[in-house]
């Protein structure tokens, strides 16, 4: 893949500006000299942040028993037009995969609405995943990552967990199969080896660190193929890439969920494994021996 990456602004990624302050930080800054209302609101507010959405200005009158007129001119002390843009930041905060609270609903008892609402959103998830997938994109990306002579997995920070599982899942059906970062070491040692026979797979979930962009780069204009893994915050990189799989992770709590990248991974590893036929079960057959002659796995 030679064609280097150009990032481009999408309208459907709106995530919130580097150079605004968040929420929280502003209440933080003016919490000191707000009057015990104004601090009433905010305190509901700091314990809503992840469920805003559901909230009007009266519903927040209400609830802390505080005037409209003074929850009104409180946004206004924290630099902000009105409860409208109160809630839309909120979102592009979760949207960019800032942790916020779980969102809490009113009125409703016990544990079983909150596991529900995961559930429900799992299954969106999973369901989106199908339809990434069922237009060709798996049998394009495994076949990709079985013709290739080597493998590079890589992931940064929260997608490093999800290359470290790709990569034990792979080694496993073939070999030449490798992992970047490794501790101490750095990426372009690995980058700088790379051939037109050899595939990088790179995964790129949201809260991305800020070297990505010259990563993605450095990968693009190097002569093997790229098959990149993300959700929909990495689309703007996927021009560059020879394949591309949107893995959503969205969550009704304040982490994301990655039982979807979880799943993709292992549809990637079965995929290799059953394109290899005779040769990925000989190779199964060679690990489980060196593995009973180690003694490393206990009977099940």
């Known amino acids: 893949m030679n064609a280097a990456i150009r990032v481009l602004p ?7 500006p580097r150079r605004e302050v968040r929420i929280d930080a502003r209440i933080d800054a003016k919490y000191a000299e707000l009057t015990p209302q104004e601090r009433r609101i905010c305190d509901f507010l700091l314990e809503h942040l992840g469920d805003l959405a559901v909230f009007s200005a009266a519903d ?7 005037s409209k007129a003074t929850v009104s001119r409180l946004f206004r002390k924290l630099d902000f037009a009105d409860f409208r843009e109160v809630k ?27 596991l529900e609402a995961h559930v429900r ?12 997938l069922s237009g060709g994109a798996l049998e394009e990306a495994t076949a990709l990552l079985t013709g290739a002579r080597r493998i590079l997995v890589v ?22 199969v490798r992992l970047a970062p490794q501790p101490g070491q750095a990426v372009g040692e690995e980058l700088a080896g790379l051939t037109d026979e050899d595939a990088v797979v790179l995964i790129g979930f949201r ?3 800020t070297t990505f962009p010259a ?20 689309r703007p990189y996927a021009a560059a890439a020879d394949c591309w799989l949107e893995c959503p992770i969205d969550s009704d709590g304040a982490f994301d969920s990655y039982s ?18 005779a040769d990925g079960v000989r190779r199964i057959s060679r690990i489980t021996a060196a593995y009973d002659l180690l003694g490393e796995l206990e009977d099940s």
Do not use: K
Not at 60 to 66: A, D, L
Not at 121 to 132: G, P, S
């Open 121 to 132: 959103a799992e299954r969106e998830n999973h369901d989106r995943l199908l339809t990434v």
């Open 10 to 16: 999408s309208a459907g990624l709106r995530e919130m």
């Open 215 to 234: 990563l993605a780069d450095a990968i693009a204009q190097s002569p093997g193929r790229c098959l990149l893994v993300g959700d929909g915050t990495a």
């Open 260 to 277: 979807t990248a979880t799943a993709l991974v292992s549809l990637l590893a079965n995929g290799v494994l059953n394109r290899r036929g």
């Open 155 to 176: 992931g940064l920070r929260n997608s490093y967990p999800v290359a470290l599982h790709l990569h034990q899942q792979l080694i496993q059906a073939r070999d030449e």
């Open 60 to 66: 927040i009158s209400r609830e802390t028993g505080v």
């Open 207 to 209: 809260r991305r660190p």
């Open 88 to 114: 839309e930041h909120t979102r592009a905060m979760r949207r960019a995969g800032t942790p916020l609270a779980a969102p809490t609903r009113t009125g409703v008892p016990g544990l079983r609405p909150s």
